[in-house]
């Protein structure tokens, strides 16, 4: 009994947005549309509990080995959940602005959090794929969140069809890993793959890269990312492009590096590859795109490819520098997508890189919000984007990678002409339409600019903190 | 004074915060607040020039050591560290004097956004600044790095036509060079564990790694320089930049990638530097003879300055790779002079440009009738440009060359020849755009420089026939720190 009690306490985040999301849907179903705020204020306000209760919650597994609470996971979970809390405050305004109040959004991001918190933790096969499932059904939902839109409905259905292949690559591959190592708990596999790492096992491990791999958009398994950023509601990508990578990048650390942690140097080249092709595919794929959407999800890939490369080194300083990218690439993203969110012409949201002409006249501060953001992702210093790559860069040079890291540079100079594209349409064009801008709502404006005021100057104190916060996330989870 | 290096490097830093300060607190909006950010940018810009000439004044020639050091931990191991030796400091006072005369050379010619404008160029100028005065690798890369923003808002914003173009082949070509050097960076603090840059001269890298070390800073360097043949951005970015980011360009951009050499590739790798001294050579003869003569077919008054920048620079590789007093010492010597020559012809073109409007040679002749003070001036930045004895770009000319032959005659020989190609394009631009008759009907009304205008050039006419007369001036301060490091170099190399 002390025994289910104690990991009850450890599972505590979960168990509450659980407990919590299914309240939530009842208020919602009893109540009616009218209610769409009310659950929006709850489930932001339930995320911040679990966060709470993460950061404050003891350490320790959980049932039996297969749910674990250590630094990795309480940082990651922090990430997410705060994450998914912003994804439900920029909703709002575009559920508001489309006439498409629902109480399912919140709730359907609450739900899936609860599967994000659950891969962030998971410390065997099973919890890991239940995780990737329980967050994954509620986010495909989500991606076809607008019925009536075809791009939407497109959205929806390749990102469901592609998911189901994934995870049916990645289920066969957790099945001949079982098959092979005996055992479903990481740690124990570890301890067969050590002794033994046979052809059987690698087959395993490479299917089950290939089926995390999408998860995180990756390439070669990102067909699907370009169409769903383009179709999905803009909050909503801003959700994909964040909580669920992060999630996917902390579930691979611990897979590969604690799992296979002896097999490092064969999986190390299934990960190298994965982020050489994502740099290619990333930085050359966005330099004809017009959509900024489309361009954030060519964005994603090759900046997925960078934290790969930390992960690919394999060492604490890897990890560390891979949280530490994808904390920055975070808050930049959440910038980007909260001034999207925050404009529009005439009602009709920004869609065309092209619509931002004349942007510097009409709202001089968004416009520099936003290139403070396009330069911190080119990885110009000292915004954030550069301090992330530097801390990737950092680690893969120590581990030994110098081609893949002159390889990830040299892209970052092609992907640096699409965002000077974003700087250059603000800045140098004249504006296109007669039409301006209306009137911005408060807060995605607002997260925009904070975003932006993060890159700089506030990093430069931020990562201070950050930095002994990522170390300790780290300790431990390495190679050797 | 303490700190004073942070405060000369920050002050035009501070100049932006007021500016934009400035313009928020005008009631009349942001065009009302252009005289205030115009007397803004020249005040913090002569207060930065007055604190170099004390930081001057104050400087050791004889401590071969860096001086005026600040040292603060920063994070991820590397270093808020600050301070100038006898090179770098000169590079500082040329930085601080050129950048009063690009605000007051823009004063009327840059009329619109005159905000931005000048937030963009005090920002240039603590970049700038501070490239010559970090010790600390990736400080130095963030510096190195930082200028790259302003300039291409500068040109892609107040350029001519085809600014877009420009602003985007500067920013790619300087920034595909940056980041291999980053990667190099990061395998030196892989390698050493620290990234003080005065410590890394200290370190003897293994000889095998250092020509991949090498020639990812010399990726960086040589397209900032720039070098034949990566030299293809500057052309056009000089064109449709407007005529202070030209001058800050040629006089303090360029500079970077020389100083650079001499920072890094030459103390830090210097078997690597030997070995590739033959491709350095090859790469600055071919820049100093091969752009002269496209300079010459030129029809565009800047882009043939443009292209005498690139010949230039080819002296300066030439006399930095030499690795002796000499060729050092001129090397240092050529980008000071360059920086005040260049920038002066640029702002000539300037002149005529802020009346007609164009800058084609085939729109302008016989200028002297009508511009007798002006033909004056250009004609002694040309002379001074080709190397006239008495002026400033003879001695950095000379001094390269001397350096340099005494590694390879065959060399100096062929560069020699440069010199007299860039008396044949200086001299037939003069001749078309300043003699003969009046063919241009437009010309008739055009008037002679203004007292701004000659207040520009003063200080620059001053300079260079002061420096082309008491060279001394520059290298008895350059003298011990170069020579420290030749010496140094030559015993690495075992010469």
């Not at chain 1, 092609?414 to 800045?427: D, E, G, N, P, T």
């Not at chain 1, 950050?466 to 431990?476: R, S």
């Not at chain 2, 990234?195 to 003897?204: F, G, M, N, T």
């Amino acid at each position: 009994m002390t025994d289910l009690s104690s990991a009850l306490q450890i599972a505590a985040p979960e168990v509450t947005l659980a407990v919590g999301g299914l309240v939530l849907l009842m208020i919602g179903a009893f109540t009616g549309e009218k209610s769409t705020r009310l659950v929006s204020g709850l489930s932001v306000l339930l995320l911040l509990a679990a966060t709470a209760l993460t950061v404050t919650g003891p350490l320790g597994q959980a049932f039996g080995g297969t749910y674990i609470a250590d630094p990795l996971a309480v940082y990651g979970k922090a990430v997410i959940f705060l994450s998914a809390a912003l994804a439900i405050v920029l909703g709002d305004v575009w559920m508001h602005r489309n006439n498409m109040a629902k109480f399912e959004y919140p709730v359907l991001i609450t739900l899936s959090s609860i599967g994000l918190g659950m891969m962030a933790s998971s410390g065997d096969l099973i919890s890991m794929y239940m995780g990737i499932e329980m967050s994954s059904l509620a986010l495909y939902v989500l991606a076809a969140y607008r019925r009536d839109s075809l791009h939407a409905s497109e959205a929806g259905l390749k990102y469901f069809v592609l998911g189901a292949l994934s995870s049916g690559i990645l289920l066969y591959g957790a099945s001949l890993i079982y098959g092979f190592a005996g055992s479903m708990k990481f740690d124990e596999i570890a301890a067969f793959a050590s002794n033994n790492p046979g052809p059987g096992l690698i087959f395993g491990m490479v299917f089950l890269i290939a089926g995390l791999a999408f998860k995180v958009s990756a390439a070669p398994f990102h067909m699907w990312t370009p169409d769903v950023y383009q179709g999905a509601p803009t909050p909503v990508v801003a959700l994909f492009a964040t909580a669920p990578k992060v999630a996917a990048m902390i579930l691979i650390a611990r897979v590969l590096i604690d799992g296979f942690n002896l097999a490092h140097f064969q999986w190390a080249q299934v990960v190298i590859l994965i982020s050489l092709v994502s740099f290619a595919v990333g930085a050359f794929g966005g330099l004809l795109q017009k959509d900024i959407q489309r361009l954030l999800a060519y964005s994603s890939i090759i900046n997925i490819g960078y934290a790969l490369l930390g992960i690919a080194a394999g060492t604490e300083m890897g990890v560390q520098a891979m949280l530490m990218f994808m904390t920055l690439y975070v808050i930049d993203q959440f910038g980007f997508f909260a001034i999207l969110l925050s404009l529009s012409r005439n009602g009709r949201p920004i869609r065309n890189i092209s619509d931002l002409a004349g942007l510097k006249q009409e709202r001089p501060l968004t416009a520099i919000a936003l290139t403070v953001l396009a330069l911190s992702a080119v990885g110009i210093p000292p915004l954030s984007g550069f301090w992330g790559k530097f801390y990737v860069f950092g680690a893969a040079a120590d581990a030994g990678y110098w081609m893949a890291g002159a390889a990830g540079l040299v892209a970052s100079v092609v992907a640096a002409f699409y965002y000077l594209r974003i700087i250059k349409v603000m800045w140098f064009d004249a504006a296109e339409t007669e039409v301006k801008t209306d009137k911005a709502p408060a807060v995605p404006q607002w997260i925009g600019w904070a975003a932006a005021a993060f890159a700089f100057p506030v990093l430069l104190v931020a990562l201070t903190w950050l930095e002994p916060l990522t170390k300790a996330a780290a300790a431990g989870v390495g190679v050797g | 004074m303490p700190h004073i290096l942070s405060i000369v490097t920050f002050l035009p830093l501070l100049g932006a915060a007021a500016i934009i300060v400035a313009s928020l607190l005008n009631k009349g909006g942001k065009e009302a607040a252009a005289p205030a950010a115009r007397w803004i940018a020249l005040g913090t810009s002569l207060v930065g020039l007055a604190l170099s000439i004390l930081l001057v004044a104050q400087f050791d020639p004889s401590n071969t050591a860096y001086q005026f050091v600040e040292y603060a931990p920063w994070f991820a191991g590397a270093a808020y560290h600050l301070g100038v030796d006898g090179i770098s400091i000169l590079f500082v006072l040329l930085t601080a004097l050129l950048v009063p005369l690009c605000v007051i050379a823009s004063w009327k010619a840059i009329e619109h956004r005159v905000v931005e404008y000048m937030v963009c160029f005090m920002l240039l100028a603590t970049m700038a600044i501070g490239v010559f005065t970090s010790l600390d690798m990736f400080l130095f890369y963030f510096f190195f790095e930082g200028t790259l923003v302003p300039m291409f808002l500068v040109i892609g914003i107040w350029g001519g036509a085809n600014r877009i173009y420009a602003s985007y082949k500067f920013f790619l070509y300087t920034l595909l060079g940056s980041v291999l050097m980053l990667l190099a960076m990061l395998w030196m603090r892989h390698e050493t564990g620290t990234s003080s840059i005065p410590e890394l001269k200290q370190y003897a890298f293994d000889p095998a790694v250092q020509p991949l070390l090498w020639l990812a800073f010399f990726a960086s360097f040589a397209v900032k320089m720039p070098m034949w043949p990566v030299h293809t951005w500057l052309p056009d970015a000089h064109v449709q930049a407007p005529t202070a980011g030209s001058v800050m360009l040629a006089g303090i951009m360029l500079k970077l990638g020389g100083y650079g050499f001499i920072l890094f590739n030459l103390p830090m790798f210097p078997q690597a530097s030997e070995m590739f001294t033959p491709l350095v050579f090859a790469l600055s003869v071919i820049a100093v003879v091969y752009t002269s003569l496209v300079a010459f077919r030129q029809t565009d008054i800047k882009k043939l300055i443009a292209y005498s920048s690139v010949a230039h620079m080819g002296f300066v590789t030439m006399g930095i790779f030499a690795g002796n007093d000499a060729g050092v010492q001129g090397a240092v010597f050529q980008m000071l002079s360059h920086g005040l020559i260049s920038g002066a012809l640029f702002l000539c073109v300037g002149v005529i440009y802020d009346r007609m409007h164009t800058r084609e040679i085939a729109f302008y002749g016989g200028l002297t009738a009508r511009m007798p003070w002006y033909a004056a001036i250009f004609l002694f930045f040309t002379m001074a440009n080709v190397g006239l004895p008495g002026t400033s770009g003879f001695i950095g000319e000379v001094l390269t060359m001397t350096g340099a032959y005494q590694v390879s005659t065959w060399t100096a020989l062929i560069a020699a020849s440069g010199v007299i190609f860039s008396a044949v394009y200086a001299l037939t631009l003069f001749r078309n755009v300043m003699y003969g008759p009046i063919t241009n009907p437009k010309l008739e009304n055009i008037t002679d420089i203004d007292k701004r205008e000659l207040l520009i050039f003063v200080p620059l006419i001053i300079g260079t026939v002061a420096l082309g007369l008491y060279p001394n001036a520059i290298l008895d301060i350059t003298g011990p720190s170069v020579e420290a490091l030749t010496t140094a170099y030559r015993a690495a190399i075992g010469g």
